[in-house]
């Protein structure tokens, strides 16, 4: 039988590939681009598209394509083939390096925010060769950058790649002075934790609102929900489990480090965990994990629903993003050391989060804003809008005696002095998860959760990865040549636990006092929605900082605002037609007809014995009665408010309308179908209810 070690990456150009594929001198010349961001010359190109098309037909493959990830938020592909006619007639098959280095897809058809003129269609996609490789069905993907001609990114790899290089740089510059010459590269690294539903796919196919939307617009709470704990880690069902199974082996042979998977709170609620990689890496495999789940649960019977709030008052999902920095040589930065100098290594690593966070609220918020996720930020089970840091209660004691020049409770000196001392040990906190902080350090690594689990990974780490370099830069500018480090490194450090412990919170972050006095006393941002923080991304300080990093230009940001709003605005309005379409075309006439069959029952028992009082016919055919006016009107409302979106006159106002109009219409007219719902016949009712849905898995 085959083991999991025998097929594990067997459809990746991986390093053990190119080892045995290349010769040692283009292999070693590849290895520096990969690992050192050296150029790669087009000799080196041509003789790795050679043995990579080699692999690939071996493996079957007979097209190859330069897999991207524009701002839709999923990946592209255009699939040429390999073949190529020969002048006798006969077919060959050929790759050239510069086929490999660049494509040019017609670009006309994404999202580019006016940073593409109409007459300029082109685009083109530049081969990342940090990124291995892969064949999927019969095609060979090559992980590429996607740019316009004029060179502004229109894909998430770009930025992503341009904010590791800034955090390198920075982080190089640190560690430096802590006299660390040998150190090659810093790299951030993630381990994205997805949450998930599964459905059948019979049920789905019966609801309009999940295929157009990808969550329910309508469905009145079910008898029994996520009340009783019973499905958090509780045994998988066996037609889960053969999903779970085949994704398992799917992603195993993309080279993909599916590790855990288990029950989450909610019925029908699942997630998976890959070993933590490069964030490059890690945010390609999270874009392809994505899509093969899709694919897989199809070949179950099942769909898998990856949008934030697929049903209300049900749990919904997120992605965990774990993030953490370690140089070359694999020493984890935001690990505490064991000497005196790597505790103060780590303290500065620290402090440059902590800054990096209460600094940059705003654009961690921004990075997760989608319209799917405003429905889960803020709502009881995921963190709030408002950013807070969790550190724990022993590394929170450090700080505080740093800032205060107290001793710490578990140190036998009067005060602790960075460099000198050696820091407690404190224990990585696996009791306290405090799972309600929205940034978690977790002894580490940071764990981010306000992600969405449809969003793509790439945007909280550019902005994660930027907002860290910026805090090292002024960390480093600041320590570069002073005479005493270590007084100059100790003050720094105090300056930053002064000035930024706002944002650091051990509390409850679920709790109304907590938003209270964040956004009150503290003075913490507190951005509800995709419209509130969106335009916030061009404020002065991000631009500024953003484009001195050089991880985006103003007007790559500029496109970038607008299309995200774009895309609040398109999907919003898209439910919003939904909704009048379902009420208008099903929930109305299945309930009037609900009411005249009850109504002809109460004549046909009157015609028997008329005096027959028929009270529960006749008040239940005022109370539907009374409903479908409600929905009637409430559908009008809808509907008008979608017309009127036509009077905005750009698409910040157009966002703001939404915001304040359409989801209220939207959510009155909920209200209204869902109370009827209670009331009619189930088998009148046009679709199936939450009951069916939830557990329709068995
Ligand atoms: P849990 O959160 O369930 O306790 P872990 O802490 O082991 O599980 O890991 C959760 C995720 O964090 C996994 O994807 C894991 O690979 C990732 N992870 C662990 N260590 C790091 C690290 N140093 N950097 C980034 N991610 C990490
Ligand atoms: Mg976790």
Not at 615 to 626: F, Q, R
């Amino acid at each position: 039988m085959k083991t999991v070690s025998d097929y594990f990456g067997e459809n990746v150009f991986d390093d053990r590939v190119m080892k045995a594929t290349l010769s040692a001198k283009v292999y070693n010349s590849l290895k520096q681009t990969i690992d050192e961001g050296k150029a790669l010359d087009i000799s080196v190109a041509n003789a790795v598209a050679a043995a990579m098309k080699q692999w690939a037909i071996s493996k079957g493959a007979t097209h190859f394509t330069h897999w991207f990830q524009p701002l839709t938020g999923i990946t592209a592909e255009k699939h040429d083939g390999f073949i190529s006619p020969s002048p006798d007639g006969s077919v060959i098959m050929e790759f050239s390096g510069k086929e490999l280095i660049k494509g040019e897809p017609d670009a006309s058809s994404f999202p580019s925010g006016g940073l593409r003129a109409t007459f300029e269609a082109r685009g083109y996609t530049a081969w990342d060769p940090t990124s291995y490789a892969f064949i999927k069905g019969k095609t060979l993907c090559i992980p590429t950058a996607f740019c316009s001609y004029g060179g502004h990114a229109l894909d998430k790899k770009t930025p992503l790649l341009r904010s590791m290089e800034a955090l390198n740089k920075q982080a190089l510059r640190v560690l430096k002075l802590f006299g660390n010459d040998t150190v090659k590269r810093v790299v951030s690294s993630v381990g994205p934790e997805q949450e998930y539903f599964l459905i059948t796919k019979e049920m789905y196919d019966k609801r309009p609102d999940l295929r157009f939307c990808g969550r329910t617009l309508f469905g009145a709470k079910p008898p029994k929900g996520q009340e009783m704990d019973d499905h958090y880690f509780g045994a998988i069902k066996p037609r889960v489990a053969a999903f779970m199974e085949e994704l398992n082996d799917e992603l195993w042979k993309l080279g993909i480090m599916a590790k855990t998977e288990h029950n989450e709170v909610a019925p029908a609620q699942h997630e998976l965990a890959p070993i933590y990689t490069t964030t490059n890496v890690a945010t390609d495999h999270n874009q392809l994990t994505m899509e093969i789940m899709q694919k897989v649960a199809q070949k179950h019977g099942l769909v898998c629903l990856l949008h934030e709030k697929p049903f209300a008052g049900v749990n919904g999902s997120g992605k965990h993003n774990n993030w953490s920095l370690a140089t070359d040589a694999g020493q984890n930065l935001l690990s505490p050391g064991e000497t005196p100098y790597e505790n103060a290594q780590f303290l500065l690593f620290l402090c440059a989060v902590i800054k990096a966070v209460d600094d940059y609220q705003d654009l961690l918020r921004i990075s997760v804003a989608t319209a799917g996720n405003d429905h889960r930020l803020g709502a009881n089970e995921a963190p709030p809008a408002v950013i807070s840091m969790f550190v724990g209660d022993e590394l929170g004691a450090v700080l505080d005696a740093i800032e205060n020049d107290t001793p710490y409770k578990g140190a036998e000196k009067t005060q602790m002095k960075l460099g000198v001392d050696v820091l407690p040990k404190f224990n990585r906190d696996t009791t306290d998860r405090n799972r309600t902080s929205p940034f978690a350090f977790t002894g580490n690594k940071f764990e981010f959760r306000m992600l969405g689990s449809s969003n793509s990974i790439a945007c909280a780490n550019i902005m994660l990865n930027a907002a860290v370099a910026e805090s090292l830069r002024v960390y480093a500018d600041r320590l570069e040549g002073v005479s005493d480090f270590e007084t100059a490194l100790h003050d720094m450090i105090k300056k930053t636990i002064k000035d930024h412990k706002r944002i650091i919170f051990n509390g409850n972050g679920y709790d109304d006092a907590w938003i209270k006095e964040a956004t009150e006393v503290r003075g913490l941002l507190n951005y509800r929605t995709t419209p509130d923080c969106m335009p916030h991304l061009l404020d002065k300080k991000n631009v500024d900082m953003l484009t001195s990093h050089k991880v985006f230009s103003v007007e790559e940001l500029q496109s970038r605002c607008e299309i995200m709003l774009e895309n609040y605005c398109k999907t919003v309005t898209i439910e919003a037609n939904t909704m009048v379409t379902m009420a208008k075309t099903q929930i109305l006439p299945a309930v009037a007809k609900f009411a005249a069959e009850t109504a002809a029952d109460a004549l046909s028992k009157k015609a028997l014995d008329p005096a027959l009082s028929c009270e529960y016919e006749t008040s239940l055919v005022k109370k539907l009665s009374g409903l479908t006016d409600t929905i009637a009107i409430k559908t009008d409302d809808l509907q008008k408010a979608i017309i009127k979106l036509q009077d905005a006159e750009d698409i910040v106002k157009e966002s703001v309308m939404i915001r304040d109009g359409i989801l209220s219409e939207m959510c009155a007219l909920r209200v209204a179908c869902d109370e009827a719902e209670t009331v009619t016949d189930k088998s009148y009712w046009p679709f199936p209810s939450y009951a069916d849905i939830l557990f329709s898995v068995r």
